[in-house]
Each structure stands twice: as C-alpha cells, then as structure tokens.
C-alpha cells in the first residue's frame, strides 16, 4: 500500500489515515505500507510522534505488516526515527528511511521471507 503525505500535513490527519486504513476491507493482515512523506511541509513535534505512536498501537492488530515512513529532508528524517524507537518499544514493525528505495527493498524483505 502507498500513501502519499504532501503538503501541509498534520498528525490528526496522518493518525486518521492509519485509522482508515485499519478498517480498510481491501487491505489485508500483513500487507506492507510505504508512507511518502517526501513532500510534507513541517517538521513532526515530539507531541505528533506520541499520537503517531498511540494510534499504531491502537491499530496494530489490524495493520499487521510493516510500516516504511520515506522523508527527504534530515529533521523530519531525525523525527521520523524517534517514532521508529518509540514503535519498537510497543512492538510496531516501524522503520524510517531517507530513500524509497531502501524503504521498498526493506518492505519486499517482509514478503519474500
């Protein structure tokens, strides 16, 4: 699955999105999602990443696969891995890359193994 994050973009929005896709019929248990956050506009707050973190926690027996977050730029990059640690420590398969091709290879690895 593909998401595509541009523009002015905050947690409630990225959160309701996570929720949407959790009751989404058409994805199922273990499916991998790529989240391009290339083009959003702002840095995450340690406030968004503790929502983010709840939310996925909330909806991690529906989003069963892993989550690949794709930035471009280095602070929300920074940001990006905060959420990966704080994700780990509630079980979440959470990874944050600066290339969508590594983000890919790492999602394929999932579905080969």
Do not use: N
Request: with cysteine; aromatic share 8%.
């Amino acid at each position: 699955m593909f998401c595509d994050l541009s523009g002015p973009t905050d947690s409630r929005e990225t959160c309701a999105m996570f929720r949407r896709m959790a009751v989404d019929s058409c994805l199922g248990k273990g499916w991998g999602i790529l989240v391009d956050a290339r083009e959003t506009e702002g840095t995450p707050t340690v406030h968004d990443i503790d929502l983010l973190v709840q939310t996925l926690d909330d909806v991690k027996d529906e989003l069963t696969g892993r989550i690949a977050f794709v930035t471009g730029m280095w602070a929300p990059f920074g940001m990006a891995r905060m959420l990966e640690i704080r994700a780990a420590l509630v079980g979440l398969p959470f990874r944050a890359f600066m290339y969508e091709t590594e983000a890919r290879e790492w999602l394929a690895q999932e579905t080969a193994g």
